[in-house]
C-alpha cells in the first residue's frame, strides 16, 4: 500500500496560470516531505521542502503548503511558466527512518504556452 | 556542486545475463540508494547504504544485490537479467543521516532487458 499518493497522474495549466499538485500520505510518523523535478533523461531535483512545525514554506514562484490534520500537502507555482513542465514527486520521512524518503508516484504537469 | 554520475545513459541487455550499474558520487557522502522509477509507481528503493561495506534492503529487493567497496562507489548488480527489470535506474545520495536535507541524483540508467 503506498504511503505517499498523488492522485493525479498528470495536470494541464495554462501558461501564467496558477499550477497546484496535491500529495496525500498515510503514516502519521512522516514529519519532513520535499517535492522533486523531474526533467525526462535527467535525475530528478529537489525544489522545495517543508518541515511538519511549519504549515508554509515559500520559495520564489513555489509554495507549499502542509495540512497536517488531513495528512495532505499541495505545491503551487505561480505563475506557471513552459519550463515548469515536469514530473513532480513528493517525498516524505521519518525521524525514525533515517534519511530514507518515501516517494509517490509523481504528476506530470504540462503548462501550455 | 555535488555531482552523482551513473556510467550509464541506455543500456539494453538479454535476459539472463548478469547486469552492473555503476554509481559514483564526488562529494563525500557517506549516504547512498539506488532507486528504480516506473509509470505510476514512482521512484521505488532497492538498496541503500549508509556507509563503505555497509548495505541494506529496500522495499524491492528481489533479483537485485549491491556492492559498495569504496566510499564514492556503490554498485547495483542484477544476477540474471529478467524482463521485468526493465525500468530507468536512478542512484541517489546524500550527506550523513539524521540530517534533513534532500538527494543528490544521478541522471538515471535506462535499462531494457530483451
Known amino acids: 500500500d503506498q504511503q505517499v499518493k498523488q492522485n493525479s497522474p498528470s495536470l494541464s495549466v495554462q501558461e501564467g496560470r496558477i499550477s497546484i499538485l496535491n500529495c496525500d500520505y498515510t503514516?502519521?510518523?512522516?514529519?519532513?516531505f520535499l517535492w522533486y523535478k523531474k526533467y525526462p533523461a535527467e535525475g530528478p531535483t529537489f525544489l522545495i521542502s517543508?518541515?511538519?512545525?511549519?504549515d508554509k514554506n515559500e520559495d520564489g514562484r513555489f509554495t507549499v503548503f502542509l495540512n497536517k490534520s488531513a495528512k495532505h500537502l499541495s505545491l503551487h507555482i505561480v505563475p506557471s511558466q513552459t519550463g515548469d513542465s515536469a514530473v513532480y514527486f513528493c517525498?516524505?520521512?521519518?525521524?525514525?527512518?533515517?534519511?530514507?524518503?518515501?516517494f509517490g508516484p509523481g504528476t506530470r504537469l504540462s503548462v501550455l504556452p | 556542486d555535488v555531482k552523482v554520475t551513473q556510467s550509464s545513459r541506455y543500456l539494453v541487455k538479454r535476459t539472463g545475463e548478469k547486469v552492473f550499474l555503476e554509481c559514483v558520487q564526488d562529494?563525500?557522502?557517506?549516504?547512498m540508494f539506488w532507486y528504480r522509477q516506473d509509470p505510476g509507481l514512482g521512484l521505488r528503493l532497492i538498496y541503500f547504504?549508509?556507509?563503505?561495506?555497509?548495505?541494506e534492503k529496500g522495499d524491492i529487493p528481489e533479483g537485485y544485490s549491491v556492492s559498495r567497496e569504496k566510499k564514492e562507489r556503490f554498485s547495483l548488480i542484477l544476477e540474471s537479467a529478467s524482463t521485468n527489470q526493465t525500468s530507468m535506474y536512478l542512484c541517489?545520495?546524500?550527506?550523513?543521516?539524521?540530517?534533513?536535507?534532500?538527494?543528490?541524483f544521478g541522471s538515471g540508467t535506462r535499462l531494457t532487458v530483451v
Open positions: 541517489a545520495s546524500t550527506k550523513s543521516r539524521g540530517r534533513r536535507v534532500g538527494y543528490t
Open positions: 517525498a516524505a520521512c521519518a525521524r525514525d527512518y533515517g534519511q530514507n524518503f518515501v
Open positions: 517543508i518541515s511538519s512545525i511549519k
Open positions: 547504504s549508509y556507509d563503505v561495506k555497509m548495505k
Open positions: 503514516n502519521s510518523m512522516f514529519d519532513y
Open positions: 562529494m563525500d557522502h557517506e549516504n
